[in-house]
């Protein structure tokens, strides 16, 4: 009745106005337009949220999946990945050797050749160059390096020490998923894995991409696999713990007691619960500087439970 004009009439009126044909089409057309404001309304909200949950998902995208922007170098969600630029291991290069046998250097980049051509045989493509310093081999496909690896473990004596060439891209095509994986498994390693091998213990593994060819007609996909390369001098060649062998130690970290950056929850260098308590105070000294909602220790009893209970039961 407001509405429409007719709450100011008497109750007797307004009952003779309801009873009219007129007010039912009135109040038709009033409850028609209230129900189209409704769904405006209602698809407005709809879009509001559909917007917010891709802002949150986008949002989920950006920061949730580790190293994408890194990788990139940009953000842009309609473009598909093509390329990324990181440092990956492309090629060898050796050092010639000073002989102090009588070794004729007459002939030494021919022997030295014909080797390396007997060795990449099998390879698709490649590039060789060779210096006065020693020789470069570099590779188009980042899957062959590990072949490479173990087709030139017995160079000629012409050849010195070998290490390895670095390039970062922009790696596209085939090299894309060999880069991708380098960089999140080199993300993946223990903050302080070494080599498994004791008499090298070097640092800083090198993941290496390669594929094997199934000859089972139902598996006609190569298969993918990760090495873990160690580029020590004692060893330079994978190592076979996958450098999981410490992944179960810690380092020495007393630097972070005497800069006293965890004095304000955890009890001091040399001070224990186990050793005995002469006084209560000493007791609540101990209890109050134990974090909260940790797990229970050999006790089984939280620290919650001693901080949160009265006196008595302290004592």
Same mark, same amino acid.
């Given at each position: 009745?407001?509405?429409? +004009? *007719?709450? #100011? ?27 189209? @404001?409704?769904?405006?309304? &209602? ?5 509001? =949220?559909?917007?917010? $949950?891709? /802002?949150?998902? &986008?949002?989920?995208?950006?920061? %949730?999946?580790? /190293? ?22 492309? +090629? ?20 030295? @050749? ?18 006065? !310093? +020693? ?22 004596? $012409?050849? %010195? ?11 596209? /095509?085939? &090299?894309?998923?060999?880069?991708? !994986?380098? *960089?999140?498994?080199? &993300? ?12 090298? /213990? ?24 990760? !090495?873990?390369?160690?580029?020590? !001098? ?25 800069? +006293?950056?965890? =004095? ?18 000493? *007791? ?8 909260? #909602?940790?797990?229970? %220790? ?14 008595? *039961?302290?004592?």
């Amino acid at each position: 009745m407001q509405g429409l +004009g *007719f709450l #100011h009439l008497q109750p007797t009126f307004q009952k003779l106005v309801r009873q009219h044909a007129r007010w039912k089409a009135l109040l038709t057309v009033e409850i028609g337009k209230a129900e189209s @404001l409704m769904e405006k309304e &209602n698809l407005k909200q709809s879009r509001r =949220d559909d917007r917010r $949950d891709i /802002g949150r998902k &986008n949002e989920i995208f950006k920061h %949730g999946i580790k /190293g994408i922007k890194k990788i990139t170098g940009k953000y842009n969600t309609s473009k598909p990945l093509t390329e990324v630029q990181i440092s990956c291991p492309c +090629g060898l290069k050796w050092t010639w050797q000073d002989h102090a046998s009588p070794i004729p250097e007459q002939g030494k980049e021919a022997r030295t @050749l014909a080797w390396i051509q007997e060795c990449t045989a099998n390879f698709r493509t490649h590039s060789l160059k060779m210096t006065q !310093e +020693g020789m470069e081999i570099k590779l188009e496909t980042l899957t062959d390096m590990l072949p490479l690896l173990q087709a030139t473990q017995n160079p000629p004596l $012409d050849l %010195g020490t070998r290490s390895l060439i670095y390039d970062i891209g922009l790696w596209k /095509g085939e &090299n894309l998923l060999a880069g991708i !994986e380098a *960089f999140f498994q080199k &993300n993946a390693y223990h903050p302080f894995t070494t080599c498994g091998n004791s008499e090298c /213990g070097k640092a800083g593994p090198i993941p290496m991409s390669t594929t094997a060819h199934n000859t089972h007609p139902e598996q006609p996909l190569p298969t993918r696999s990760i !090495e873990h390369f160690c580029k020590g !001098e004692s060893c330079f060649t994978t190592d076979p713990t996958n450098f999981c062998s410490n992944q179960h130690h810690t380092r020495d970290r007393t630097f972070l007691d005497r800069a +006293g950056i965890f =004095d304000f929850q955890n009890i001091a260098s040399g001070e224990t619960i186990r050793e005995p308590v002469t006084t209560f105070r000493e *007791f609540s000294q101990f209890i109050a500087r134990m974090p909260s #909602h940790k797990a229970p %220790g050999f006790s089984e009893v939280p620290a919650d439970l001693f901080k949160q209970a009265p006196v008595l *039961f302290q004592k």
